[in-house]
């Protein structure tokens, strides 16, 4: 999950538009929410179509190859796998490194050039653990440019390249780089899905679609913007939640609740939340009432987790229990169903004939 101290400054840079606290921000009508509900219901009694699967076969390919984390519906730990700074190659198990795997899926979306992936440094940490200050950052292509152009002998010079590639890549939030690597490496063409290195880039194509779409207008792009606690998941589809504080959602004073309010926004072109997650929807286990998804980033990992369904296969609503460890707020390890899950895109090609 993003945790460092770059995650503010780098997704700040998408942060638009945002409304004044206090203010409350104009919400889908409830013409439209009716119509974005019948429409993603349709949709969801269908089964996924084959883009769509192999979205979540994908997924489930790289969550394997990486030997990540599994989680169960109740939060505990089924399985701790790889995190993304290990150097460690499991080829018995068609494992690469984890480090290098996160790297290509950056590349998916582009060069390193032309990449956000930094490093921060503090001045004088190296000697003095007590130092203070913001540290600041170096870029990676410009870095990596320089040892290039050192004069080192080429083992040492590969050495601390491989080095300053795997500070970067535990620096820098990388949760949307691995949605849109799968989203693209399924099949999905970048004309229908906004890849990005922000979830708010595809998160918002997707609630463009579900207005035009609730105004009798066509779209192309490939997810809608659904209410999770209303829509059944399917696999292929992405789950998403926002990283911010109750009392900032609140100050926005949201009529129609989260996904009105927020989606709304975002279809608009601003951006009231912009630190958010999407994870993969992988599978539903109806008899169980269960969905898994797939995540990038999540501890630091990619990461298998479960969640409780509704018996439509909806994201069930919170449980009193269990209760957490430290009898605060249910947090989404202890109830992962408790996290602020606010928009599901739905994918919406047809399944084949």
């Not at 399924?186 to 922000?198: P, V, Y």
């Amino acid at each position: 999950m993003p945790r460092s101290p770059l995650t503010l400054a780098i997704l700040v840079l998408f942060a638009t538009t945002v409304p004044r606290t206090g203010t409350s921000a104009q919400s889908f009508t409830s013409v439209e929410v009716a119509a974005i509900d019948r429409l993603c219901r349709a949709t969801a009694a269908h089964p996924p179509s084959p883009l769509a699967i192999e979205i979540a076969t994908t997924a489930t390919r790289e969550h394997q190859g990486f030997g990540g984390h599994a989680i169960d519906r109740d939060g505990r730990m089924l399985r701790f796998g790889a995190v993304e700074s290990e150097a460690f190659r499991d080829e018995a198990a068609g494992r690469g490194v984890p480090w290098r795997q996160v790297l290509r899926f950056w590349e998916t979306l582009g060069p390193i050039d032309g990449s956000p992936l930094q490093l921060r440094r503090f001045p004088g940490l190296s000697e003095n653990a007590n130092a203070g200050g913001p540290g600041n950052t170096v870029p990676l292509a410009d870095l990596l440019d320089r040892l290039k152009r050192a004069n080192l002998p080429a083992p040492e010079r590969e050495a601390l390249e491989q080095a300053a590639i795997r500070s970067a890549i535990v620096d820098v939030p990388w949760s949307a780089a691995f949605v849109s690597h799968v989203v693209l490496t399924a099949g999905a063409a970048r004309a229908r899905f906004s890849a990005a290195i922000a979830h708010v880039d595809y998160v918002g194509e997707a609630a463009r679609r579900s207005r035009d779409e609730a105004a009798g207008q066509p779209s192309v792009a490939f997810y809608r913007a659904c209410d999770p606690r209303r829509t059944p998941m399917r696999p292929g589809d992405l789950l998403c939640m926002h990283r911010h504080a109750t009392s900032e959602i609140d100050a926005l004073q949201l009529a129609g609740g989260a996904f009105a309010g927020l989606t709304a926004a975002l279809a608009r072109g601003e951006r009231p939340v912009w630190n958010l997650h999407c994870d993969i929807v992988t599978g539903q286990d109806p008899r169980a009432r269960t969905a898994t998804i797939i995540g990038g980033n999540v501890l630091q990992s990619v990461t298998r987790r479960d969640l409780r369904t509704n018996r439509r296969g909806a994201l069930a609503r919170v449980r009193s229990a269990p209760a957490c460890l430290d009898k605060a707020e249910p947090g989404p390890l202890c109830r992962p169903e408790s996290a602020p899950w606010f928009v599901l895109l739905q994918t919406t090609d047809d399944a084949a004939p």
